[in-house]
């Protein structure tokens, strides 16, 4: 595709759930971001991809999260025994290289019920 | 903490005239700024940059000024039409393109 896809693009879950959230990269980008948006805030960084290596994962908030990218093109978030507080939406983004801008996909609404 | 803020949560401009969105940050070892502009049920989306080496970047109705010593930053909008009404986000980092600390975004409504 054209541009950055996520999917679902909105998921319901229960407390306590797994939940996967998926991000297919532009074709050929290999620098892959993800960020989390709480309401009425900007995008939060959790986590950084170059090729299939994580280079920065300062921003996952706790070992719930983890995230993978084991062939340098898609990648998944995951996230364990979810709670209300990690709803948000999740957005991916990807760059050609690590020193130009990111192309942002449209996010993935996750709610935790 | 957050280290980059927008604490305009809105603002209205009638269309043809000036938009003035702020910013201010903290970290004075930020050295790359951006702004992204988005839509809603849409990702955001890059609009301009700005390294911390120059003091503005124009690009068509859009520039952006950088001043390091107050740590603030503009992006004037000039003239203002209704389809740049969105939210945008100022964003900047450290050294790279890496991770970005983004600020709550102010919402632009340019008015007909």
């Known amino acids: 595709g054209a541009g950055v896809s996520q999917t679902p693009s909105n998921k319901v879950t229960e407390k306590g759930k797994y939940v996967e959230l998926r991000c297919d990269p532009i074709?050929?980008?290999?620098?892959l971001y993800w960020y989390r948006q709480s309401l009425g805030q900007g995008p939060e960084f959790l986590i950084y991809?170059?090729?299939?290596?994580?280079?920065?994962d300062s921003g996952l908030p706790n070992d719930r999260f983890f995230a993978v990218r084991p062939e340098g093109s898609v990648s998944t978030l995951k996230i364990q025994r979810t709670e209300r507080g990690d709803s948000a939406m999740y957005l991916c983004?990807?760059?050609?290289?690590?020193?130009?801008?990111?192309?942002f996909g449209q996010g993935t609404r996750l709610t935790v019920v | 903490d957050q280290q980059v803020k927008q604490n305009s949560p809105s603002l209205s401009v009638q269309e043809g005239r000036i938009s003035i969105l702020n910013c201010d940050y903290t970290?004075?070892?930020?050295?790359?700024f951006l702004w992204y502009k988005k839509y809603p049920a849409e990702g955001p989306t890059f609009l301009i940059s700005?390294?911390?080496?120059?003091d503005k970047n124009e690009d068509g109705r859009f520039t952006v000024f950088l001043n390091k010593s107050a740590k603030h930053l503009s992006l004037h909008i000039v003239p203002s039409q209704p389809g740049d009404s969105a939210v945008y986000f100022c964003?900047?980092?450290?050294?790279?393109?890496?991770?970005?600390?983004f600020g709550s975004g102010t919402k632009l409504n340019v008015k007909p």
């Open positions: 983004a990807s760059s050609r290289d690590s020193n130009t801008e990111a192309f």
């Open positions: 074709s050929g980008h290999t620098a």
């Open positions: 991809f170059q090729g299939t290596g994580a280079a920065d």
């Open positions: 970290n004075s070892m930020f050295d790359y």
């Open positions: 700005i390294s911390s080496i120059k």
């Open positions: 964003a900047a980092s450290l050294h790279n393109f890496n991770k970005f600390y």
